[in-house]
C-alpha cells in the first residue's frame, strides 16, 4: 500500500525567505505525486504534481517541488515566502494505473510565514 | 456552479442520530473521493467510486458508515448511530482521470459536530 510522510507538523519561514516543506513516500513501482494546499477557512486546492518526466516541476503561485527517486522524496520549494502563503500544505501520492487506486495524503504540514 | 458542491456545510446532531451528507461533483468527473478532517489532522480517505467500478470501500471505519453514488454524479456519505468521534469535516472530492494522473477538485466540506 502507499503511504506519505510529511516529518514536520509545523515550519516557520520568516518573509522573503526560500522555504521548504518535506514529503517522503513509499510506493511500489513510480509514483504518481501531488501537493495541495489548503488556506484558512477553504477547501483544498491543487498545486502541482509529478507524473514523469523533469524531476523539477513547477506549480501555481510560485511553488515547485523535486521528484528526488533514489531518497523517495518530493519537498516543496518555494524561493522568497510571502505571507499570504501561511496555509497548511498536504503531500499526496497514487500508484500508476494498475485498477483504480486512491489518493493517499500526508497529515499535513503547517506553513507560517512571519513578516 | 463550476465546483464541487456539498450539503448541508454545517450539520450539529445529537448522539445516536443518523446523518446524511452530500456530494456534487463535477459534472463529467468519474472519480468521487470522501475524506474525513479531524480537527487540526490531516485527511483520511474513506471511500473512492470511479466511474461504474466497485467502489474501494477499504478507508471506512466502521460498519456505521456507507456512501452511495448514483452513476457518475451525486454521492451521499451516511453515518449511522453518530458518536462524538464523528465529529469532523467530511470532504468531497471529484477528477475526471482514469489513468490516476489528473489532480483532484475539491469541495469546501460539510462539517459534522456531534454533541
Known amino acids: 500500500a502507499q503511504s506519505v510522510a510529511q516529518p514536520e507538523d509545523q515550519v516557520n519561514v520568516a518573509e522573503g525567505n526560500p522555504l521548504t516543506v518535506k514529503c517522503t513516500y513509499s510506493v511500489s513501482g513510480n509514483p504518481y505525486l501531488f501537493w495541495y494546499v489548503q488556506y484558512p477557512n477553504r477547501g483544498l486546492q491543487f498545486l502541482l504534481k509529478?507524473?514523469?518526466?523533469?524531476?523539477l516541476v513547477k506549480g501555481s503561485y510560485g511553488f515547485e517541488a523535486e521528484f528526488n527517486k533514489s531518497q523517495t522524496s518530493f519537498h516543496l520549494k518555494k524561493p522568497s515566502a510571502l505571507v499570504s502563503d501561511s496555509a497548511l500544505y498536504f503531500c499526496?501520492?497514487?500508484?500508476?494505473?494498475?485498477?483504480?487506486?486512491?489518493?493517499?495524503f500526508g497529515k499535513g504540514t503547517r506553513l507560517s510565514v512571519i513578516a | 456552479g463550476a465546483g464541487v458542491s456539498q450539503s448541508p456545510s454545517n450539520k450539529v446532531t445529537e448522539k445516536g442520530k443518523d446523518v446524511e451528507l452530500r456530494c456534487d461533483p463535477i459534472s463529467g468527473h468519474t472519480a468521487l473521493y470522501w475524506y474525513r478532517q479531524r480537527l487540526g489532522q490531516g485527511l483520511e480517505f474513506l471511500i473512492y467510486?470511479?466511474?461504474?467500478?466497485?467502489?474501494?470501500k477499504s478507508g471506512l471505519p466502521s460498519d456505521r458508515f456507507s456512501a452511495e453514488r448514483t452513476g457518475e454524479s451525486v454521492s451521499t456519505l451516511t453515518i449511522q448511530r453518530t458518536q462524538q468521534e464523528d465529529s469532523a469535516v467530511y470532504l468531497c472530492?471529484?477528477?475526471?482521470?482514469?489513468?490516476?494522473?489528473?489532480?483532484?477538485?475539491f469541495g469546501e466540506g460539510s462539517r459534522l459536530t456531534v454533541l
Open positions: 472530492a471529484s477528477g475526471q482521470n482514469r489513468e490516476n494522473t489528473g489532480e483532484l477538485f
Open positions: 499526496a501520492v497514487r500508484r500508476p494505473l494498475s485498477g483504480n487506486t486512491p489518493l493517499v
Open positions: 467510486f470511479q466511474g461504474n467500478s466497485a467502489p474501494d
Open positions: 509529478y507524473i514523469t518526466g523533469d524531476n
